[in-house]
């Protein structure tokens, strides 16, 4: 079968399913958002392109944009960037906190909030003009030119985001956050407000599908060494406490984000990015889970 | 031996002895007080005044504010006033954080940060000039009119706040604060702000000695309960990680400030103001602590 | 009025009232008991008596054997003692492990679980017979002859102490235990054990109100300024999670357990205990609380 | 390069290297071993041999056998295992009491020592004679028939496992321990006393590099999906505190143990066992990490 023929045939079985969960509830930009959205799309490495349903609809991508702030501050502090944030899955939410305590201010990995809040930190740092430069990077991997931040969806992000506030003071109070509290979640809540489709998200995240070259014009964006890594680092810690289920059910390195998208990734073979807005109890959306488990079931081409 | 007699003597024979400690050195308005000071207050609700040394200096009485900020409080709301914040004594410091987190934002009693924080956000509530409203509350309630936030020390606190962010914004997220982030963290930084002399400390807190009656008019500041309740809070709690030490050994309510400087109430009898900067490992001023317990022991009026 | 009075007047008074709460379920020794037992005696030092309701039958003291240990081990080891337990009141119950790991297993007070564990193999390395020598002790400090374990409930309690044995198995890898886990677990069971009424509680407990002397031959028993300890240590650490609130409703050192009895000190006033099996939520007698409120009112002999 | 060639190009290559770590020290029977003993062996799923140095020598598994132990109890429960233990990693190693209270005495994976006593309790409710059971298992996966345990280990482990024996006591409380406490950590502490070489562990193994099929016979051992799960165990949470770095620098699902052993599985393709007894700060071997990276690296057989 062909990547098309196994999209659509799951796509169908899976139609009709209740798979459950609830659309993110914290901010009107999620709330409102059509429960039974579900789009997909995959770009494999040799060219091959397949889809199915609002595959081409912007929605709001979330924490997938970790991934990318990740990729660029990697790319500029080599190893060097893990002396300010670890590299292992964390364990329940309810410690988060008190892990930052024990450990002096260095989060566990870069895909938990608090590490993503030090990665956008080192962003802050690295240029005079951190927003552009962000943007410049996030479109330049794989040559869309239209990635924008959401102005409403990071205003309505920082109305509630106290918890992210208290992660940051935290870590200020360690030393491990160098620039203004206000001036890093302001980065953060603009890089979690970027809106893009199935389609672009598969397409912008190849070149974690090919050790870490440009899709277009095979340059280096990242090294090998550094795609490796940053796909162990989803494996681990991608889905937030659900990392070992998603690994044993899917078996693909990946990002989800609360606004019910997944990007997930195997290497040599594609990029498939999934979008249904109902979330699990976990945080990550209910249907594209399912839909992963029975793609990478189908193909066989789990890791595992 | 009159009050005076056993203050001279005490201070007598201290006054060669080492205590050691180290002055508090996070801002430049402790850390560059002259670490020697030393000052006594008593003040016996029967009018008798007995000191020694510095008593008559201003210094930053920082956190033993709490307690007229409490009182103000208490006063206005009542025992509805428990539903926001506790009365038990907190573990180490290491849980603060966890502790909130455990019980979704409500602090464990009003003199540990995030309690006092609470605290800054009813007043912000109450009035709709709080400094005002909290300045006419503290002179008042001993015939003062010169109690003012030091503005320099307020910025100073601010620059080094970041916990005091992480907890106040940790309660936002849980819904026990109901102003801005800023506004009650800049509340509560003027509050930690103002400087007395160990007299008008002595002076201030007579209520709390004579069951919540106005020293020099008799009328009703708070109840003869909340007075109870506060003494009661005092002896728990008043002392950071050190509340059952010093309730052995000095063995009355009192609560100590970074300053060096603490106040101690014995109901019915008297209060006793002390101030001197070199502070213990736990943060007590260390000389203040071994001057309180042999003054009790002289006195035996311990309340055990 | 005379003591007796006050206790016939609160007495009949409260007789009527529903106070809520529920006898302890966890073992049929306590879960058996008629929840409407009541019973109070006081002893003052000038030799008065006083007493109402069932304060001759015997009960299942529980944790206020905790006292009399802490005596023992105290009077022995003298402020060495403090090296191997704290004497700070410790946060919520939930932190009780982490607070261990915290502390490399030394435990805030000797009340809290671990902390009378901590005692507990302190008597065992005391004595070839720890058993014998603590009955001696406690025997002795009133000229009681008649205390002694109860193997059954020892045995109940033993059934379900898998909580303790995992506190004891912690301290031990701290190396805060010297003897056998189970040794500690037998020992702190049969420690919990000891059936007494309000009358022998009252008597027993003399000392601490008479400056550590004992009451019929005026031997120190511990000395004065352990005895000051010992209260401070019930005052600030004696109620589990309700100390802060004992503090302020009655306002005297004490010490509860969860058959539904009460000691409390007025220091060089009386002893008073209160006996009623059901709990409040923090696991203290309901109505021994009130009873104990209302008589402080009504004595105004607060230590507040 | 043939498997042969590549082990040993990486063998004479680093074997003058120093890797620094230490022997693990809590037990004699490991502080005593030679610490600069190295081996390798592999086993391709196409009957390929490849080793090195001293791949004969039995040394103590320790952790490794809890992927045996996992295996049956899977194979016997099927999903309803995961009821009562999770497939989640965890965070730091001084979370593991606290995340047991928070969750309720589920441990979050079954490779944290609190997740192997659970499967271990499970062992002891299968079967009349569990250790019997458990190691005709073992024997069984893999035609050999010589596993047993070694008492002496188990014997010095058990003088030290005390905080085994807390966790075990704190799930008892519970109610996620049913069989008595001593059982089994006698049990667990056995588990971990076998000792094997790394052609035994390659030779074991082997049925989870082919979907769960015995090598010899191609009877079903455990299901695809259950091998597929353990798999993904492995690589999330089969390294202590350094899941995230082995899954980084190897890339490969395996176990390690404090005696300095590895078994890593490349589903399709092989397995291998290493065996250096220094350990690094996490308590993985440290030539045995670096011999695997080397390895992957080479045979560009990373799963990422």
New interface residues.
């Given amino acids: 079968m062909t990547f098309q023929e196994v999209i659509s045939t799951i796509s169908e079985q899976q139609s009709g399913l209740p798979f459950g969960g609830e659309v993110a509830q914290y901010i009107d930009e999620l709330r409102l958002v059509n429960p039974n959205k579900f789009g997909v799309y995959l770009k494999s490495v040799s060219g091959e392109e397949a889809y199915f349903g609002d595959a081409f609809e912007a929605f709001s991508i979330q924490s997938i944009a970790k991934v990318l702030a990740l990729s660029l501050v990697y790319k500029e502090l080599g190893e060097s960037l893990w002396k300010r944030v670890?590299?292992?899955?964390?364990?329940?939410p309810?410690?988060s906190?008190?892990?930052l305590?024990?450990?002096s201010g260095i989060p566990?990995?870069p895909f938990i909030n608090a590490g993503a809040l030090v990665v956008c930190d080192i962003i802050l740092s690295l240029y005079p003009n951190p927003e552009k430069a962000f943007l410049a990077f996030a479109n330049s991997v794989s040559g869309h030119s239209d990635i924008v931040f959401n102005e409403r969806i990071a205003e309505s992000e920082k109305k509630n985001g106290?918890?992210n506030?208290?992660?940051v003071?935290?870590m200020?109070?360690f030393g491990n956050i160098k620039n203004e509290?206000e001036a890093v979640l302001d980065f953060y809540f603009k890089l979690c407000s970027i809106t893009l489709s199935c389609k672009d998200l598969a397409e912008i995240f190849q070149y974690l599908s090919i050790h870490g070259k440009h899709p277009l014009n095979g340059n280096s964006i990242i090294s090998e060494s550094q795609t490796?890594?940053i796909?162990?680092?989803m494996?681990?810690?991608g889905f937030y406490?659900?990392?070992?289920?998603f690994?044993?059910k899917v078996?693909l390195?990946g990002k989800s984000g609360v606004g019910g998208g997944i990007i997930a990734i195997h290497?040599n073979q594609y990029t498939i990015a999934v979008w249904s807005p109902r979330l699990n109890k976990k945080g990550n959306s209910a249907k594209g889970m399912a839909f992963l488990e029975e793609f990478t079931t189908m193909t066989t081409l789990?890791?595992?």
Avoid at 241 to 245: C, F, H, K, L, Y
């Fill in positions: 670890g590299v292992e899955p964390s364990g329940n309810f410690n906190l008190v892990q305590e024990y450990d566990r990995n106290f918890r506030a208290a992660l003071n935290l200020k109070s509290v490796k890594r796909n162990a680092i494996q681990t810690c406490d659900e990392a070992g289920e690994t044993f078996g390195p290497p789990s890791i595992f």
